[in-house]
């Protein structure tokens, strides 16, 4: 029987003794992270292959873009803040995630899946971001039968030995590459321009951002909410928790990051608040050990869209 949780209230926390529950000790996870090949290196931020094999698992997956995922073992829900939950189907597309969300499942639990830009979203599922955002789905109701089938047969595979969650991930990156179709250029050029705007600071202006897209005010907030999810400004807010997260799990801070957080958020309250909504842990459990999983999805490299 699959565990379940009450309905997450708009503003509560994420962290575990406030759950009810203790999440899952690093000792007992295994995560490989695999390097898209340079053909989806556009579309996908990285490929992954998750096992763990305790008989309960219970992580908070943070704020993110979409992800196409296979679950050959473990079945289990996530729960969303707004509260509904939505299972884990063997053959998944994760939307994009506004805050972070716990998961509990039935194990052993396995996951094997690709973790997508906002360009791989948009040119693979062409989803309105903002209209789609904060559900678990089941393949082919977003992708159709194609991915359904191979997702179906690399399942099997694994279960059966025949195929490793290495080669697995490979061929839903190679599923990818000739999925992918072209967005409108002009659209493309904005999600550039959003992606060097988050990264030019944990705070960005908006200002900032309106001078170099090529719309108008009402047209990048629109537009911006389609390809990311996000109107500029809740956008600019969730990859400063995140990005804040990721400098604070660093095991100690230079001057200039501490400055940095200083000015970025109103107090330490505020940061916590933040952190919390979007990372799903507080300040002091990011350098957690027992957090393998939160810790490599919101390394530095796991934003790299962040850095053009």
Sequence with gaps: ?????????????????????????????????????AAISDYVTTLYHFRCDEPKFRDIQPSSVGHLALFPHG?????????????????AVMTPLSTANPIIVDGPFHAIGAALTPLGWASLTGLHAGEHR???????????????????????DYRAGKRSGHECATAIGEYI???????????????????????????????????????????????????????????????RALRAAALLSFPQLTPEF??????????????????????GRT??????????????MIAPKNLRELES
């Design 1 to 37: 029987m699959v565990e379940t949780l009450e309905p997450i209230k708009a503003d509560h926390g994420m962290e575990s003794d406030e759950l009810g529950f203790e999440l899952t000790e690093s000792s007992l996870i295994s995560v490989d992270y695999i390097a898209p090949a």
């Design 75 to 91: 079945r289990g829900e996530m729960h969303f803040r707004a509260g509904h939950r939505d299972p884990n189907y063997e053959v």
């Design 258 to 279: 501490e400055a940095q957080l200083g000015d970025a958020f109103f107090d330490q309250s505020h940061m916590i608040r933040e952190i919390n909504r979007f990372v």
């Design 177 to 239: 590459s000739k999925a992918v179709k072209p967005i409108n250029s002009r659209h493309a050029d904005l999600i550039k321009v959003v992606n060097a705007w988050l990264g030019s600071s944990l705070n960005p202006d908006l200002g900032d951002l309106l001078d170099k897209a090529a719309y108008s005010e009402r047209q990048v907030q629109r537009l911006t909410e389609r390809y990311f999810g996000l109107s500029p400004q809740a956008l600019a807010r969730k990859y």
């Design 134 to 156: 904060d559900r678990l789905r089941p393949a082919q109701e977003v992708l159709g039968d194609e991915f359904l089938a191979l997702g179906t047969e690399l399942n099997a």
């Design 283 to 296: 300040p002091a459990r990011l350098r957690d050990p027992d957090s393998p999983y939160l810790s490599e």
